[in-house]
C-alpha cells in the first residue's frame, strides 16, 4: 500500500497546525453536550407527563361534575313536565278557586261583538258559599262602549252580534239576574 503524499509549500504548513494524533480534548465537550441534551429532553418529558396526568385528572373531575349536573337537570325537567301536565294544571287551577271558561267574545277593532259572552259556569263541586271570596265584574261607570258604524247593505264583512244588556249595577242584582258579562275579555 502506499504512504499518504507528501505535502509541499502552504499545504504542508496548514497541515503542521493540525494535531497529529487522537485527540481526547475534542471529543469531551461532544459526549457532554450529548449526555446534557438527553437528560434535558427527559427532565422536559417528566415535566410534560406530569401536566398531562394532571389535567386528566382534572378531566375526570369534570366529567363527574357534567354528570351530576346533566342528573340534576333531567330531575328538574320531569319536576316542571309534572307541572305542565293537564291534570296537574287543573288540580293547581281549582285549588287557587279557577273555574273552566266559557265560549270567548271578541271585539271587533270597530268596536262589535263577536260572539255571545257568558260568564264562567262553576263546576258542581264548587258552590257560592265558598269561603273565598267570589268578586262581581262590574264595568266602571265612567267607560262606555261607542256604538257600531252602521254597515252598508254591500258590505261583505259578518254581521255584528246584538250587544248583551247592561249588567246590574248592584252586586245584589248582579246575584239575582244571573251571571254578568262583560265585553272587555
Do not use: C, W
Not at 11 to 31: D, I, K, Y
Not at 122 to 131: A, E, I, K, Y
Not at 146 to 154: L, N, R, T, V
Amino acid at each position: 500500500m502506499s504512504k499518504k503524499p507528501e505535502l509541499r509549500g502552504r499545504a504542508a504548513r496548514l497541515a503542521r497546525l493540525l494535531p497529529q494524533g487522537p485527540s481526547q480534548a475534542a471529543r469531551t465537550p461532544f459526549v457532554l453536550l450529548v449526555v446534557l441534551l438527553l437528560g434535558g429532553g427527559l427532565i422536559t418529558l417528566l415535566i410534560l407527563n406530569s401536566s398531562l396526568n394532571e389535567g386528566s385528572f382534572q378531566l375526570s373531575e369534570l366529567k363527574k361534575e357534567t354528570k351530576d349536573l346533566t342528573e340534576e337537570e333531567q330531575e328538574l325537567q320531569r319536576d316542571v313536565d309534572g307541572y305542565a301536565e293537564p291534570d296537574a294544571l287543573q288540580r293547581r287551577a281549582r285549588e287557587l278557586g279557577m273555574v273552566p271558561g266559557g265560549d270567548p267574545a271578541f271585539l271587533d277593532p270597530d268596536g262589535t261583538v263577536r260572539g255571545i259572552p257568558g260568564a264562567a259556569a262553576l263546576p258542581s263541586g264548587l258552590h257560592r258559599s265558598d269561603p273565598r271570596p267570589q268578586e262581581v265584574a262590574s264595568p266602571p261607570a265612567s267607560v262606555s262602549v261607542p256604538p257600531a258604524p252602521p254597515q252598508s247593505p254591500s258590505s261583505s264583512g259578518p254581521k255584528p252580534a246584538a250587544r248583551p244588556a247592561a249588567p246590574p249595577s248592584t252586586p245584589e242584582q248582579a246575584t239575582k239576574s244571573g251571571p254578568t258579562t262583560t265585553s272587555g275579555r
